[in-house]
């Protein structure tokens, strides 16, 4: 292991994984306010930590390329991102990105959104980074549009000090010193709903259900609120149409622990599967798929 370490703080606070290493090595700075210069030979020394607000520094950069570790402070990473956002949407930047609002940016929400369920579905470790940055960019993107409101603007940083709050708040069991109604996950759930709805104020159990989710996952998600407030499941919507019954099955499922939205879409990766298996035993075999075609190799 390599006993030379570029420490990129931000703000002068360093990752935990580095204090050690600033009491037992050499320290130097590219801040003079952090710590002493660095010398001119920094690169050929070890047992040497550099900390660093900038990784563009050229003593950061000639001790990375002398095979240092870096070890980074925590939120340095969506710190910089934020800012290539901010330079993306200011005067100079790109200008699909100056031209974008939330409308039009709705699209690349929903579609980001659905990537990242399937790297999760299929257990890609490399998609699952992938899509989750490509998740943080649109939350960035919208908190950078809504920083330019005229009459309410919120930046990213309110963004994230409204979500500490409702962290914070939510967890009555961590963060204030205990709560006697939470025992284990279960009981978590349920206190998590109770302070929502009193934090929120909601007049009804239904009340900030997303309409707009897909339809499964919305009944699945009616389902559970109102079985929280003890509604009979003789009440649930039943009926012979089309919509009744799906819902039915949304709800039966959601009430023995299932979740719809996941079973059905779990149905449709292994159908997409077998239709794609028997298209290239097909193909291989030099024989149109007409519908004895289809049978002759789809795999059962």
Known sequence: MSRKVVVLAAGGVVPSAAVPLLRSAAVYSTDPALGDPPPADLAERDDVVLLAEDLDAPEAKALLAAGARLLRAPGTGLTA???????????????????????????????????????????????????????????LFHARVAEEHPDDPFTVDDVAADLVTKLVGRHPHVFAGGDPAVRDAGTQERRWEELKQTEKQRESSVDGVASGQPALALAAKLVQRTARAGLPADLLPAGESTGERLFALAAAAKLAGEDPEDAARAVARRFTADVRAAEVAAKAAGVALDAEGWRRFWRS
Do not use: F, K
């Not at 290539?84 to 200008?95: F, I, K, Y």
């Not at 659905?114 to 299929?122: G, M, N, R, S, V």
């Open 81 to 139: 991102a934020a800012a290539v956002m901010d330079t993306l949407r200011s005067p100079g930047g790109c200008p699909w990105d100056a031209e974008q609002t939330h409308q039009s940016l709705r699209q690349y929400l929903v579609e980001e959104t659905y990537e990242l369920l399937d790297a999760i579905d299929t257990d890609d470790r490399v998609a699952l980074r992938e899509e989750l940055g490509d998740v943080l960019l649109q939350v």
